[in-house]
């Protein structure tokens, strides 16, 4: 297996819960390590399946014991079991760094994290014992100062947090989009056997009958190899098209027959085209497509309302641009005028059919699934804010903190004086501003913002009142 030796590996102080945390994540409900005092441990390794894939946690009890012995001034190293946990350290793929979200910041904590940001490791912040939404708001910005970003909240008792701990894990180690073999795949499972292979990215296309969704579903296909065909025991209709460009497996979702097409009347094709939109659940970006000679019409509008609320990368797609004569600026104008909540979405001009305008949307996808997975950094998110605090703020909202707290739409968490106080002209600002400054290209980026009471040791971001 080409994973087999990717560790992960469990720091931080005692009594934060990195046992229970370990056994939720190997999946053994009894406590395998006793948290006696005294008793010398070292280095705690298991065998982690996540996801197929095989990885080793462990646990670096050795380290925490070294630590405590170090601030009695003993000499890190002269431990053994210490520098088995330090090797360990230094050899991790990934260091989950474990707080107590229901205690502040110790000086162990912070001893730890400057220890820690020493080893230039990869690190994820996993907030412990974290019950409640007020356990971990409070955490999330408590932990903040460490500068190790958004933590992940878990609670290992009570089974909570547990699985995004493990996609972050994953994300983490660059393998979110890969997965073991399994029957839904299909793919030439002789030529792959026992490896791992990618999971493909889902492409979906939408659009009323006739803008042109099965020839640019050609034309996306092009030279690609195919790797599969029809996939048995889905719908009669579905004819996934999967293919390999690079290192990367594609699949073009057809759940509304776009290759299998049947020209049939008005009222079946109404029927594919809500078919297809109930797909875009699955997809990681939508392409709409609408007709350039013929203009945005109702109902484009309408499929662009539906589409927008899967919160999914939308790329808007203007074809048979062979046969119009407006200038592209005039008419970018014009569609983001009728399609106004779509502002997000890259505009780009095609001729489906002449295969032009194919090389630059390849382009745009490979960029798109490079910004996906983004998260901004707290302490740099909040510089950032702090800066747009002052500008274009008519009700004089104050900023208290911030952070990126979900990925997929990208949403920013804004703890404020008043939500109320957030006119809509403020909000766009933020977004644009934001949007320009991250990216997260073609994606709807959500702001949340929470009111949230101003103490006196948390002021505003803006320094001057
Ligand atoms: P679908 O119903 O959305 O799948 O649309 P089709 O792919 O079947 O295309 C509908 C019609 O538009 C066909 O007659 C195509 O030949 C034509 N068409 C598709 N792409 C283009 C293009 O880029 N330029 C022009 N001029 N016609 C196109």
Not at 102 to 114: F, G, N, Q, T, V
Not at 390 to 404: D, E, H, W
Request: glycine share 6%; proline share 3%; hydrophobic share 40%.
């Amino acid at each position: 297996m080409p994973n087999a030796n990717l560790k992960i590996c469990l720091y931080g102080r005692p009594n934060v819960g990195k046992s229970s945390l370990f056994n939720r994540l190997i999946g053994k409900k009894k406590a395998l390590v006793l948290d006696l005092p005294g008793v010398t441990r070292d280095v705690y390794r298991h065998a982690l399946n996540l996801n197929g894939h095989q990885l080793e946690l462990a646990d670096l009890a050795g380290l925490e014991q070294a630590y405590s012995q170090q601030s009695s001034s003993l000499h890190l190293l002269k431990s053994l079991s210490a520098k088995a946990a330090l090797d360990y350290l230094r050899s991790s793929d990934l260091v989950l760094f474990t707080v107590d979200a229901r205690s502040p910041i110790s000086d162990e904590d912070e001893y730890l994290a400057r220890q820690l940001r020493s080893f230039g490791k990869k690190t994820l912040l996993v907030l412990t014992k974290s019950e409640n939404h007020q356990v971990e708001d409070q955490a999330q910005i408590e932990y903040a100062k460490l500068g190790f970003g958004y933590g992940v909240a878990t609670s290992a008792e009570h089974n909570l947090g547990i699985e995004t701990l493990r996609e972050t894990i994953l994300e983490n180690l660059a393998l979110s989009q890969t997965n073991t073999v399994s029957t839904d795949e299909v793919v030439d499972q002789h030529a792959l056997k026992g490896t791992t292979i990618h999971r493909p990215i889902q492409l979906g296309v939408y659009g009323r009958p006739n803008v042109g969704k099965s020839t640019l579903v050609n034309a996306l296909l092009g030279e690609h190899r195919m790797i599969t065909s029809a996939i048995a025991g889905t719908t009669v209709d579905a004819i996934d098209s999967d293919f390999k460009q690079g290192d990367q497996y594609f699949r073009i979702l057809d759940t509304a027959g776009i290759r299998r097409k049947s020209k049939t009347e008005a009222g079946v094709e109404v029927l594919s085209v809500v078919q297809a939109i109930k797909s875009i659940e699955k997809v990681d970006i939508a392409l709409f497509l609408i007709d350039g000679y013929e203009g945005v019409t109702d109902q484009d509008e309408k499929i662009a309302g539906e589409i927008i609320k899967s919160g999914k990368p939308i790329v808007l797609i203007v074809n048979k641009w062979d046969i119009c004569k407006t200038k592209k600026e005039v008419y970018a104008e014009k569609i983001r005028e009728a399609l106004g909540f779509l502002d997000f979405a890259p505009v780009l001009f095609i001729a489906a059919e002449k295969n032009d305008g194919i090389d630059l949307l390849w382009s745009l996808i490979n960029e798109i699934l490079s910004q996906r997975h983004l998260v901004v950094n707290t302490s740099e998110l909040n510089r950032f804010l702090e800066v747009l605090e002052g500008a274009n703020n008519p009700l004089g909202a104050r900023i208290y903190y911030a952070s990126q707290t979900s990925k997929n739409p990208p949403t920013i968490t804004i703890l404020v004086n008043h939500p109320d106080k957030i006119h809509f002209a403020y909000e766009r600002y933020l977004k644009n501003e934001l949007k320009a400054r991250y990216g997260w290209l073609a994606s709807p980026l959500k702001l949340v913002f929470k009111a949230r009471k101003r103490s006196a040791s948390k002021k505003s971001l803006s320094r001057n009142h």
